[in-house]
């Protein structure tokens, strides 16, 4: 006999309890798609949500040197299989990128991913247990925690800032030892220069304070460290001494990056990223190598082979090597023309925000964000709600916007406090 349609639903629960009662679409990409329906509809809609790196005129900025790469890729090639790992000259390069030729490319781990949330999901999975919990600061990039989620593990927070607004250094700490006490081994995930959400690039008393805490935490266990790389290209030339501190992590720690063309080359849908080890030992590389290699297979088993051997091509050939680097100074130079005007406007505001010198986006605290963004949502200016804070992605909003930006800001935030 047929169930009675009317009663089946709360008869029929084919979905495992921990996954009936999933959310339906991303907060954010749900916000962009909302200022997209009421800008076709003829609304004059400030869009400052979504992570992408827009051009003054509201087109996508892209970089031409990628997609000269692309034209030289074989289709024979780009149409066949990746290696499960990655093509080795995509790997290479992306070490290069980031180490140069020094001795510490030397004793790299690499595996290609689909994008750095691939490289964080690699992390999370490897060198934690189910149940676990990974630590990063506490305004964070929303999918740590849905990562975290999704594997079984948890999310741990410490305290982003301290009363100066500089890194909490101490909070760090504290919170990586209780950590190490309770589960006995600690993922950090720290995400600089650039820090989604905040914009804040450690600098290298910021550094000083982490690299200690992680060698005191490595003596009550395993400790692994991932350095969130996605926006780093976008730093300014000061804010990016991050290479140093990682190697001295490596001594005591799993030192790893996430290293991700989305952002560095303007390629979001290609998801083309790798996670990077850094691993002294050479018994250790190859436990390592076999362990990501073995995750890649059974996950997403191999990446989108044209955007890797496009990317390799263009990390390799001198010549779109350069053009890559120039093309990108370019949307660096608009980026940072946006976070100059933005602190021209804001700081005479008194707005409350941690130090910005350049990157996607900028936190400003707040501790009604939910009703200062729909007070701004309402004007036909959209921004992120956060814990605490308004999330501005001035990477896709046009420095002759940030104005409105900021006055519709203020306006709300004024109206909040009454």
């Not at 047929?2 to 749900?30: K, M, T, W, Y």
């Not at 003054?56 to 997609?67: E, H, K, R, T, Y």
């Not at 990974?134 to 989620?149: E, K, R």
């Not at 001494?241 to 190697?247: A, K, M, N, V, Y």
Request: glycine share 8%; aromatic share 8%; with cysteine.
């Amino acid at each position: 006999m047929p169930l009675n349609p009317a009663s089946a639903s709360s008869v029929l629960h084919n979905l495992i309890p921990e996954c009936s009662q999933r959310p339906g679409d991303d907060p954010i990409f749900a916000l962009n798609g909302d200022a997209q329906r009421r800008a076709a509809a003829g609304e004059d809609i400030l869009n400052a949500t979504l992570g992408a790196l827009m051009e003054d005129d509201g087109s996508l900025a892209i970089m031409p040197s990628v997609f000269e790469a692309y034209r030289r890729t074989p289709p024979e090639r780009a149409s066949a299989y990746a290696p499960i790992s990655g093509p080795p000259a995509f790997l290479k390069a992306v070490v290069t990128d980031l180490f140069g030729e020094g001795e510490s490319a030397n004793q790299c781990v690499a595996v290609a991913t689909p994008g750095g949330t691939g490289a964080v999901h690699h992390a999370i999975v490897n060198y934690l247990e189910p149940g676990q919990k990974l630590l990063t600061s506490s305004f964070y990039w929303g999918p740590y925690g849905i990562l975290a989620d999704h594997t079984r593990r948890g999310i741990e927070t410490f305290e982003s800032f301290n009363a100066e607004g500089a890194f909490n250094a101490e909070a760090f700490e504290q919170s990586l030892l209780g950590l190490m006490r309770s589960q006995g081994r600690a993922l950090v995930i720290i995400n600089t220069p650039c820090h989604n959400p905040t914009g804040y690039s450690l600098d290298d008393r910021d550094w000083e304070g982490v690299v200690k805490a992680v060698e005191r935490a490595s003596e009550l266990g395993p400790v692994a460290f991932l350095l969130d790389f996605a926006y780093a290209k976008f730093a300014p030339e000061d804010a990016a001494h991050w290479r140093g501190p990682l190697e001295r992590i490596a001594r005591c720690a799993a030192a790893m990056v996430a290293w991700t063309a989305s952002k560095s080359f303007a390629q979001y849908g290609a998801r083309v990223g790798s996670l990077v080890a850094l691993v002294h030992s050479p018994d250790e590389r190859i436990r390592v190598a076999n362990a990501l290699g073995y995750s890649c297979r059974g996950t997403w088993s191999n990446c989108n082979h044209l955007g890797m051997l496009a990317i390799a091509e263009l990390l390799n050939d001198p010549e779109l090597r350069a053009a890559s680097i120039s093309e990108r100074k370019r949307l660096t130079g608009l980026l940072a023309e946006r976070v100059e005007v933005f602190n021209g406007l804001a700081r005479p505001e008194n707005l409350r925000y941690p130090r910005y010198e350049g990157g996607f986006f900028v936190t400003i605290f707040t501790a009604k964000a939910q009703e200062v963004a729909n007070r701004m949502r309402a004007e036909g200016v959209f921004v992120v709600p956060l814990p605490g804070a308004i999330r501005l992605a001035l990477c896709a909003t046009p420095s002759s916007s940030i104005e409105r930006l900021v006055r519709s800001l203020v306006s709300a935030l004024k109206a909040e406090q009454g």
